[in-house]
């Protein structure tokens, strides 16, 4: 590590210049990288919801499909817009009103449920048909193309104007967080630094970190949008301590040091060491998140673990070449920190260990039935701003069609007429179901399938598989719609074993199933993970259970406050926010725990090694989180996008809350466990060799005053 130290003191400005150049490459590959803006695309591939979106690609040339509305328009007019949107690039078809029946023909003429199906009042229904996936390009261009050519009174709703709505929402205030989390860090480390110019080094070289982080995500293919909207934010968040321990670590060597050069070089190999243990916990974090089957966590958690290694490297390399180019320009900023040692508050919080322990104990089942009550939603497009053209869409078709949702059923082609209808007549029973929309069940049984005209026929039937759409009374992810799905499952499944029921609400469904597994087995891989390597890095039985209890302590408590204050969060949170705060909030514990194992081997009390571990550690732990929270919390404040800022929020307060428990509690866990914690932790011999000195001593001074 000396020989590479000196290396990157030597070639300075090579690297500067570098890392410059990489810039470039990175960039171009930011901007290359697709943006998978459709979540229920990271479901499990073998799952029924999934195999039947292939089979609608595969046969039917679609993957998508949305409801349009129009108001107060003449029926030759609707056939005109409809005729102009089958125009638009990437849409197959329309189905409407004109596809069955001529619109001259007399309306008295037409089957009532025909004329309720696609008009009701002053409004009429289309139902367009994309040949592009949800959320692939063609699709979402369709979209803005198909709102150009309609007036106010027009609405499109479904999932694919969601997904276009949330794009354009992301992509609108993605800047945005990156310059609120910037301006607060700098804020934070201004006030905590003893330079004005250093913060400015600081963000630069983790902000060239980021760069190489997202550019490099073209190798991925392509990323989610909620990894692309919070991952530079979140990684500046967790690797932001790197460059403070660098920066104390070279003003330590600077007074010892014959030049600043020999400082540094010491700087890069003192702070690997110490960044190296914190990196491996917060990565392991990251990684815990690659085992979840809903690959979004696979996504995120290879983009995050990335970008802390990258942090650790531009850390060692970029930041001291930097720090050493402008070394005389941060020394005229130089002035005194604002939060000065801290001395009473440790010599306080060991005298009166006992109250927070007392306190650990009243608050864990306080903490734990609040975790466990805490609700969580599925349906992330009910949450988004009511002005977006897909939320005033879906408003006006629940307002007057009665509906809520769409999905599809696939079944054998080859069903007889007979069996199709009486499956049809089942269905349109269930409770919920609005309307059944398909060959036969348009026309009705009368009407001969033979005279079913070959347009309408072709959109809904391939060489395998029917197309037969459903409209629910009830919203997505909610538990009637899934009751609803069920039954309609189980009937069609009577009929044809091979039959699917796919499509937005169908895939939710499986959302719900899927992410409840995957939440126990990320909590459990995450804390085994993060408890092997406290183990080998402090070399202790008892200490990895003692850790990351406490920052468990420090998680349940985040998230048991949305149950007490009625909020509900966004199911991806509750997976992913466990784990994020273990991996990146444990190294406070580790850090003052390593001073505290010192300090004790180095012939002090339990109390006297706490007092000091607290006095040394307190400012390190208080900046550290600070920073955490400066980068996350102005994200959750101004998003728009209620995914977002519910994750930033929750990982702000949960930096906020692990630092108060590590600084509150751990100590007194010190004090309780101390006997315990030396006799199980290789190293300690000179500790436990000055407790029995002192016990003997003490023993003697009793035994001498008994006989007085």
């Given at each position: ?6 290396g990157v ?20 590959g930011?901007?290359?990288t ?20 292939d ?7 679609t ?16 056939a005109?817009?409809k005729n ?13 009103y004109n ?24 409004t ?50 993605t800047?945005?967080?990156v310059?609120?989390?910037?301006l607060l ?9 003893d ?9 630069a ?62 700087a ?19 990684v815990?998140?690659?085992f979840?089957?809903?690959?979004i ?13 990258l ?5 060692i390399t970029?930041?001291?070449a930097m ?6 320009s941060i ?25 927070f322990g007392?306190?650990?104990l009243v608050l ?7 975790q ?16 977006l ?18 999905y ?8 007889s ?12 029973k ?6 059944v ?11 001969p ?13 391939s060489?395998n598989w029917r197309l037969t ?5 009830y ?8 009751t609803?799905?069920?039954n309609?499952n189980?009937?069609?499944k009577?009929y ?5 029921v ?10 719900v199933?899927v ?6 087995i990320?909590?459990?891989v ?27 302590f420090?998680?349940?408590?985040n998230?048991s406050?949305p149950?007490?204050?009625?909020t ?11 784990t994020?705060?273990?991996?990146s909030t444990?190294d406070?514990a ?13 012939g002090n009390t ?5 007092r000091?571990?607290?006095?040394t ?14 980068a ?9 996008i ?10 702000a307060?949960?930096?906020l ?10 100590p ?24 029995r000195?002192?016990r ?13």
């Open positions: 590590m000396k020989a590479f130290s000196r003191v030597k070639f300075r400005i090579p690297i500067l210049i570098i890392a410059f150049i990489l810039m470039i490459p990175s960039a171009i930011y901007f290359k697709r943006i998978n803006y459709d979540i229920l695309t990271y479901l499990p591939k073998n799952i029924e919801t999934m195999k039947g979106q089979i609608l690609v595969d046969e039917f040339g993957g998508a499909y949305s409801m349009f509305i129009v108001e107060g328009m003449k029926d030759k007019d609707v005109a817009l102009q949107i089958e125009g638009v690039d990437h849409v197959q078809s329309v189905l409407w596809s069955i029946a001529d619109i001259s023909l007399p309306k008295e003429m037409v089957p009532d449920n025909l004329k309720e199906k696609f008009q009701k009042g002053d009429t229904m289309m139902f367009i048909i994309f040949d592009q996936t949800t959320s692939e390009e063609g699709t979402m261009n369709a979209v803005k193309n198909i709102r150009k050519i309609a007036n106010k009174k027009c609405f499109l709703a479904g999932m694919s104007g969601v997904v276009t709505d949330t794009k354009d929402l992301a992509e609108k205030e800047p945005i967080y310059g609120v989390a910037v860090a700098v804020i934070v480390l201004s006030l905590t630094m330079s004005y110019l250093i913060p400015f080094f600081f963000l070289s983790i902000g060239i970190a980021i760069v190489y982080n997202m550019g490099t995500n073209v190798l991925m293919g392509q990323i989610s949008f909620i990894t692309q909207s919070i991952a530079a934010v979140l990684q500046l968040g967790v690797t932001l301590d790197y460059s403070i321990f660098l920066w104390h670590s070279y003003q330590e060597e600077r007074e010892i040091a014959e030049d600043n050069n020999e400082a540094m070089a010491a890069i190999a003192a702070t690997f060491q110490s960044v190296l243990g914190s990196s491996i916990t917060t990565v392991a974090g990251f815990a998140l690659c979840m089957s809903f690959t966590g696979l996504d995120l958690g290879i983009v995050m673990a990335k970008g802390v290694i942090g650790v490297i531009s850390c970029i930041l001291p720090i050493l180019v402008f070394d005389k020394e005229k900023t130089r002035h005194k920190p604002l939060m000065n040692e801290f001395t009473k508050l440790p010599a306080l919080i060991a005298k009166r260990y006992w109250a007392l306190a650990l864990l089942p306080i903490a734990l039935l609040g466990s009550k805490t609700k969580v939603y599925y349906d992330l497009a009910g949450t988004l701003p009511k002005s053209p897909s939320s005033q869409a879906a408003t006006q078709l629940d307002k007057n069609y009665d509906s809520n949702t769409v599809m059923l696939l079944t054998n082609v080859k069903m007429p007979n069996a199709t209808n009486n499956m049809v007549d089942k269905i349109q269930v409770k919920g179901v609005d309307s929309i398909g060959g036969s069940s348009i026309f009705g049984p009368a009407i399938e033979s005279m079913i005209p070959s347009e309408v026929k072709e959109k809904l039937e060489k759409l459903v409209t629910s009374k919203k997505v992810a909610s538990d009637e719609v899934n609803q799905i069920d309609v189980k009937i069609v009577s044809d074993k091979h039959s699917m796919v499509g937005e609400a169908p895939g939710t469904k499986d959302l199933t992410t409840n597994r995957d939440f126990t990320v909590n459990w995450s804390i085994i993970l993060v408890f092997l390597i406290i183990f080998f890095v402090l070399k202790s039985a008892t200490l990895p259970f003692i850790l990351v209890a406490v920052i468990e420090a998680i349940f408590i998230m406050i149950y007490y204050t009625h509900t969060i966004p199911f991806i949170a509750s997976i992913v926010i466990g994020i705060q273990l991996g444990v406070y580790i850090l003052m725990t390593t001073r505290y194992l010192r300090e004790r081997n180095a339990r109390t006297a090694a706490t000091i571990a607290l006095s550690s307190m400012k390190s732990i208080i900046v550290s989180a600070l920073s955490f929270f400066s996350t919390f102005g994200v959750g404040m101004i998003s728009s209620d995914l977002i800022s519910s994750l930033c929020n929750l990982m307060r949960g930096a809350i692990s630092m108060v428990v590590v600084l509150l509690v751990l007194s866990l010190y004090m309780i466990f101390d006997p315990v914690i030396m006799r199980t932790t290789l190293g300690m011999q000179d500790a436990r060799e000055h407790d000195e002192r003997a001593a003490w023993e003697r001074e009793h035994a001498e005053a008994t006989a007085q």
